[in-house]
Nanobody, 129 residues
Framework: QLQLAESGGGLVQPGESLRLSCAAS????????IAWFRQAPGKEREGLAC????????KYADSVKSRFTISRTNAKNAMYLQMNASEPEDTAVYYC??????????????????????WGQGAQVTVSS
């Protein structure tokens, strides 16, 4: 069964750091474009960060640029989102996503959810004092 599973969510205070993990099972993330998204209550899903399959392109949303970092570890078949300088506006359910290898996804990535075909179940992150 192909599956992505997020972990590491929780409650943090403003200004603190948090790292989300996403483990893949049933398939390899190597060569796949990967991304993180979030959805806050009453808001549309927002693309945060992505890496192309060959790691040649990395893209960030303006709202998280310089605060969040996306990465992957092929040896652990996992991806991560390092969140620094958290803000209350970061409160949301966070999702990891990947796209099966293709000539396109190996070179580029998009912060558009329709580009991805595997999704995790989501992890709640709450930033509050």
């Amino acid at each position: 069964q192909l599956q992505l599973a997020e972990s590491g969510g929780g409650l943090v205070q403003p200004g603190e750091s948090l790292r989300l993990s996403c483990a893949a099972s049933g398939f390899s993330l190597e060569g796949q474009a990967i991304a993180w998204f979030r959805q806050a209550p009453g808001k549309e899903r927002e693309g945060l960060a992505c890496i192309s399959g060959w790691d040649k392109m990395t893209k960030y949303a303006d709202s998280v640029k310089s605060r969040f970092t996306i990465s992957r570890t092929n040896a652990k078949n996992a991806m991560y989102l390092q969140m620094n300088a958290s803000e209350p506006e970061d409160t949301a359910v966070y999702y990891c996503a990947s796209r099966s290898p293709s000539t396109l996804s190996q070179r580029i990535c998009y912060l558009d959810g329709t580009f991805y075909d595997h999704w995790g179940q989501g992890a709640q992150v709450t930033v509050s004092s």
